[in-house]
């Protein structure tokens, strides 16, 4: 399941995609996800980049294998999730599941801004856990 970085978008963009026809409640996720998401695809982020999925929570690590829950310690992650308390988008950094714990920093989003700010989270993330890589070419233009 879920074998390559590549393959954990395809699977997660089709998560997100089937969700209207779960509950109409998921239309508006669905609209902001989905763009998001493609536009990384896009942008070749899938090559360097684990795509997943916690509850609604959407998940970005540069993790080898599937399941964040199962390393010790818990690698850094970013977390796209919508605050329903204050009707936003935001974009989070830590290193837990944020449905229990806080982010170490996070900032709100909107449809026009979410991939930009995505990039500048993902590049502090690729940064810290692969310091000897190079930053992958869809980073290095912000």
């Given at each position: 399941m879920l074998e390559t970085k590549q393959e954990s978008?395809?699977?997660?963009?089709?998560w997100v995609e089937q969700l209207p026809g779960q509950h109409p409640n998921w239309i508006s996720?669905?609209?902001?996800?989905?763009?998001?998401?493609?536009?990384?695809?896009e942008a070749g982020l899938d090559r360097y980049?684990?795509?997943?999925?916690?509850?609604?929570h959407i998940i970005f690590s540069t993790a080898e294998q599937h399941r964040l829950e199962q390393y010790d310690p818990p690698p850094p992650r970013v977390t796209l999730?919508?605050?329903?308390?204050?009707?936003?988008w935001l974009i989070a950094w830590s290193y837990k599941n944020l449905?229990?714990?806080?982010?170490?920093?996070?900032?709100?989003?909107?449809?026009?801004?979410?991939?930009?700010?995505?990039?500048?989270?993902?590049?502090?993330l690729w940064r810290?856990?692969?310091?000897?890589?190079?930053?992958?070419?869809?980073l290095e233009t912000q």
């Amino acid at each position: 399941m879920l074998e390559t970085k590549q393959e954990s978008w395809v699977w997660l963009i089709g998560w997100v995609e089937q969700l209207p026809g779960q509950h109409p409640n998921w239309i508006s996720f669905s609209a902001f996800v989905t763009p998001l998401l493609q536009a990384c695809v896009e942008a070749g982020l899938d090559r360097y980049f684990r795509a997943g999925q916690s509850m609604s929570h959407i998940i970005f690590s540069t993790a080898e294998q599937h399941r964040l829950e199962q390393y010790d310690p818990p690698p850094p992650r970013v977390t796209l999730r919508f605050d329903a308390a204050n009707q936003q988008w935001l974009i989070a950094w830590s290193y837990k599941n944020l449905h229990f714990s806080k982010p170490d920093r996070e900032a709100p989003v909107t449809p026009e801004t979410a991939f930009a700010v995505l990039k500048a989270y993902l590049t502090d993330l690729w940064r810290e856990t692969r310091p000897d890589e190079s930053l992958p070419a869809p980073l290095e233009t912000q």
